[in-house]
């Protein structure tokens, strides 16, 4: 990934399970920072019916040279077949953070 920041976003199934994701990709430096929010309510298909279910979104903060290591590590990590893993280019923001976000991830 060419992108020099980026937020990653997945969500899953419970406090304990997103508090535990985050830790763990933290604690392997693959984002300098990650937000759990929720729940949130969300509707969606599965295996051809409709859903509904509360969940918590992870939101990691990291570079995009990291990436790759951070997708295989939330697919490894994460309690869903096929989790949602969405990247977002961040285009602009605080310089200060950026340079805390190079401490922690160089």
């Known amino acids: 990934m060419q992108t020099q920041y980026i937020q990653v976003v997945t969500t899953i199934n419970s ?31 599965w295996k051809g019916k409709l859903e509904t279910d509360e969940e918590y979104r992870c939101v990691f903060k990291t570079k995009g040279w990291l990436y790759d290591l951070l997708e295989a590590s939330i697919k490894k990590l994460h309690t869903y077949d096929t989790p949602e893993i969405l990247v977002f280019q961040i285009i602009q923001g605080n310089s200060q953070y950026f340079e805390w976000m190079d401490q922690e991830l160089d």
């Open 15 to 45: 406090k304990d399970a997103a508090d535990k994701l985050a830790f763990d990709i933290a604690e392997m430096r693959l984002a300098a920072c990650v937000q759990v929010e929720g729940p949130i309510k969300s509707t969606y298909w």
